[in-house]
């Protein structure tokens, strides 16, 4: 495999008018890797596909798409990326063979390897019952499908996926998520940008979260939980929590920074878990009270999103 | 080569998706034809002098409105990006564009010559010559329609873009009236216009005669105006097919 990044970014700034969409954006995505891009509505994420796929010009910064310059060589870059768009780019007259066939004639395919793409992509997307229906006809989530199955037609070494389940009901989501890890196992570097937080930390190995135009965190999505998160939670029940003391409680447990009663357990936020435990084991051992359940909850990448997202948003990061 | 072939695919499909339709092709035929006719009607004598003139207006007309209308439509619906995303030299895609539009606007008014040739009798007594007159003006007119298809948005815009082109030239350019009844003043701007040239060579082709230049001349300016067309394309193209 290569040892140059399928994706590597640098200083990227875009400006439109008096708006500055992306600022100093760096990042680098490695080949056979699942990347999530973040962001809320108006972050700079489409910008940043756009960039990345030669259908707009930066400002400044690098970008390389496998080593090449977009910017210097689109063609070249074109023909080893695929793009999905969020809204749909094939030809609504055309059928779904025909349009797939098209766009493989687009990127210089011969017939025979064409044949054989088109075959292989209807059925891995389960439309060959639909080769024949005009594009124009099937319902979104089939035609999201399509749209997916013509970005790879020409076996592209990175796909971007704008948005790729955006819209669809949670059976065709689900099953198009599992579609994509599928293509990411065959060897494409995928570049992933969506509004579901759920789906980035169950299909992605690294996130950017991305603010204003503004890198605000990356890494993996542990990595991204422990940025926002400064403590842990422990919920502790025990046996007879009216017995116990807030202030005793704290006394007996240095781990433990905050004690509050919850819903009949007591939520402890805890600098180190572990001697947390211990200490609240003694504690109750010492107040005569048996613990009846112990949780921890840790932050999702949605508590950590959200913590970015609001100013001093991190004091509150951790939830279930 | 591999680029070529590329174009090739962008026209073939465009020829599927539009042009080949039925209703376009006898949109095309049908206003030209009833025009030559009602000439006819009032006078068989003369409806040589401006049926070459008409038939250069369907090239304009049809030509210039449907590059025009394909490529708008395909920015509105999207799948313009598909071109954009694809490893194609803006030349490839221009090329694709304006061949498909050629080849309709070239098979309308050879459509349309049959017709007359089949109804009315009219000659064609210098086929290479009317040959180039159409492959010129259809070339150039298609590269214009997409030039001005890429500064706009919408359809309407594109077409009150190119009527302030398109309805000055048909009365410079020979087409109701021969150049040498123009007032001075506006010779230069007959001169300054393709379809003077398309005109001159469709009517070398079907009488044989010149009505002011001649075919070396004309031949040498439509080739001029193709490819001033095809800069003036490749240069918007490069500032606005990414808008």
């Given amino acids: 495999m290569p040892s140059t990044p399928a994706i590597a970014v640098s200083g990227l700034s875009k400006s439109f008018g008096s708006l500055q969409a992306l600022r100093e954006v760096k990042f680098a995505v490695g080949r056979g890797e699942i990347f999530a891009y973040l962001g809320p509505n108006g972050a700079g994420k489409t910008t940043t596909i756009r960039i990345l796929a030669g259908l707009l010009p930066r400002d400044a910064g690098e970008v390389s798409i496998c080593g090449a310059d977009v910017a210097a060589d689109p063609v070249a870059v074109k023909a080893r990326i695929g793009v999905v768009p969020d809204a749909s780019n094939l030809y609504p007259e055309l059928t779904c063979r025909r349009n797939l066939d098209y766009v493989g004639e687009l990127y210089g395919l011969g017939r025979r390897v064409r044949t054989a793409k088109v075959a292989e992509l209807l059925s891995f997307f389960d439309l060959a019952d639909r080769a024949g229906t005009p594009f124009g006809a099937l319902s979104r989530g089939l035609k999201r499908r399509l749209t997916i199955a013509a970005a790879l037609v020409h076996d592209p070494e990175v796909v971007f996926l704008d948005e790729p389940t955006s819209g669809l009901d949670v059976p065709s989501a689900r099953a198009l998520r599992e579609r994509i890890r599928t293509i990411n196992r ?59 003391e807030a202030a005793r409680l704290l006394r007996a447990c240095p781990a433990v920074l905050q004690a509050t009663p919850r819903n009949g357990a007591w939520h402890l936020e805890v600098t180190e878990a572990h001697a947390a435990l211990e200490q609240v084991v003694a504690f109750a051992g010492g107040e005569g009270v048996r613990i009846s359940g112990i949780n921890t909850l840790t932050a999702s990448l949605e508590d950590a999103f959200m913590s970015l997202l609001t100013e001093g948003g991190a004091k509150g990061g951790a939830r279930a | 080569m591999s680029q070529l072939r590329r174009a090739l695919a962008i026209s073939w499909k465009d020829i599927e998706s539009y042009y080949g339709k039925p209703p376009l092709i006898t949109w095309g035929l049908l206003f030209p034809a009833v025009l030559i006719l009602s000439v006819y009607v009032k006078d068989p004598a003369t409806y040589l002098d401006i049926a070459p003139g008409v038939i250069a207006m369907t090239l304009l007309f049809g030509n210039t409105s449907m590059a025009a209308i394909v490529v708008t439509f395909e920015k509105r619906a999207g799948t313009f990006q598909r071109l954009l995303l694809a490893p194609l030299a803006l030349r490839t895609l221009i090329l694709g564009k304006a061949a498909s539009a050629s080849a309709y606007g070239m098979a309308t008014a050879l459509a349309l010559s049959l017709g007359l040739k089949v109804v009315l009798g009219m000659p064609v007594v210098n086929p290479p010559l009317f040959a180039a007159g159409l492959v010129l003006g259809a070339g150039c ?81 439509g080739l001029l105006f193709l490819l001033a067309s095809g800069v003036l394309a490749e240069a918007l193209f490069r500032r606005r097919a990414y808008a």
Avoid: C, D
């Fill in chain 1, 186 to 244: 065959q060897g494409a570097t995928v570049f992933l940008t969506t509004h579901n937080l759920q789906e980035a930390e169950a299909l992605s190995q690294r996130v950017l979260i991305l603010i204003r135009g503004r890198v605000a965190a990356q890494g993996t999505p542990g990595e991204i939980r422990q940025q926002v998160q400064r403590y842990n939670l422990l919920v502790v029940t025990f046996s007879s929590t009216s017995e116990i």
């Fill in chain 2, 141 to 221: 007119f298609s590269l214009l329609g997409l030039a001005a298809a890429v500064m706009v948005r919408e359809v309407f815009e594109a077409m009150t873009l190119m009527n302030f082109f398109r309805f000055p030239i048909l009365f410079v350019s020979g087409v109701f009236m021969p150049l040498a009844q123009l007032p001075p003043w506006l010779k230069p701007v007959a001169l300054a216009s393709p379809l003077t040239y398309v005109v001159e060579l469709l009517h070398l082709g079907v009488t044989g005669r010149s009505t002011w230049a001649g075919p070396a001349v004309s031949i040498l300016a």
